[in-house]
């Protein structure tokens, strides 16, 4: 299982467990967006090969591709 499907699973519990005790209902449901924000973050991750055979400078290659992934 993935780390976004895992923390869909949790966000999953912590709403369960609001509907299942209202005396805390708040408290779960704050839980679970934490975990529903914590899926987004890792939906968000991607992974960049970069070659530099040609000599050219692999963090500079890496800086110029960070603002394309930030917009996804």
Do not use: Y
Not at 1 to 7: I, L
Not at 45 to 61: C, F, K, L
């Amino acid at each position: 299982m993935d780390r976004r499907t895992a923390c869909l699973h949790q966000a999953d519990a912590f709403r369960e467990k609001a509907l299942a005790d209202p005396e805390h209902h708040d408290q779960w449901i704050d839980e679970a967006i934490k975990w529903l924000e914590r899926a987004m973050e890792a939906g968000r991750r991607a992974a960049i090969t970069v070659e530099a055979d040609d000599g050219s400078n692999v963090a500079e290659t890496i800086a110029s591709h960070r603002g394309v992934i930030a917009r996804q």
